[in-house]
């Protein structure tokens, strides 16, 4: 194998590891372990929604890339999740240990 070959494979991965680390928050979430269509909606200005089939919910949010935490509209306490973006899904770690995953998508 010639090293150019193995210096354009490195680069590609590189390049693939950015384009997944770059990915913010910021957008629409789509669960993708549910059955039923759940969705985190976060905007640039710190608002963001939670829709689900029945309802949506409004609130707003802060994260450090660590923890996200949300306030939700008529709620005094915010909830701290913990997070992370893994290739292209957001995880999200709610206060009982489970994680909801979601992915990024536009809404209908």
Known sequence: MNKFFIYQVLLLLLLLNIKYNNITI?????????ENEYYYIFNK???CSYKMPVAR???TYEDDGEKLT???????TPITYSY???KGVLII???????NKF?????D
């Open 70 to 76: 949300i306030t939700f509209k008529g709620k005094e």
């Open 57 to 59: 919910l409004n609130c």
């Open 26 to 34: 910021v957008g629409v979430w789509k669960s993708i372990d549910n």
């Open 84 to 86: 992370q973006i893994d």
């Open 103 to 107: 992915v990024k998508t536009h809404l």
């Open 93 to 99: 770690k709610d206060i009982s240990g489970i994680e």
């Open 45 to 47: 200005d710190k608002t």
